[in-house]
């Protein structure tokens, strides 16, 4: 079991920019694809991206690609999405997850690990 903690959320202004983190306890994170979702209220969850466990590779869907960037660092043990020209719409608890059974090269097909997100809030 991987134990993913996120954080760096808060409130943000249109426009502006966040950074989330997402860390572990206990694991390597280099060894894990990890993926970034979002749960807006009274919407259901969503995927962002992912970074691929094997040379890093980030895959995004279509409606944040261009804004929104992941990053691996591998000597902090940290994946990062980093968030830019946020907009209202993007208002969200935000959470990184990963399949610690995956083997793979890309992206996983599915998450099993999650971390207990963070609140971003995007407004004047």
């Known amino acids: 079991q991987v134990q993913l903690v996120e954080s760096g959320g808060g409130l943000v202004q249109p426009g502006g920019s966040l950074r989330l983190s997402c860390g572990a306890s206990g694991s390597t994170l280099e060894d894990y694809s990890i993926g970034w979702f979002r749960q807006a209220p009274g919407k259901e969850r969503e995927g962002l991206g992912c970074i691929s466990n094997i040379g890093d590779n980030t895959y995004y869907e279509d409606f944040v690609r261009g804004r929104f960037i992941i990053a691996r660092d591998t000597a902090k043990n940290t994946v990062y999405l980093q968030m830019n020209r946020l907009k209202p719409d993007d208002t969200a608890v935000y959470y990184c997850?990963?399949?610690?059974?995956?083997?793979?090269?890309?992206?996983?097909?599915?998450?099993?690990?999650w971390g207990q997100g963070t609140q971003v809030t995007v407004s004047s």
């Open positions: 997850a990963t399949d610690p059974a995956y083997t793979g090269a890309y992206c996983p097909p599915t998450f099993e690990s």
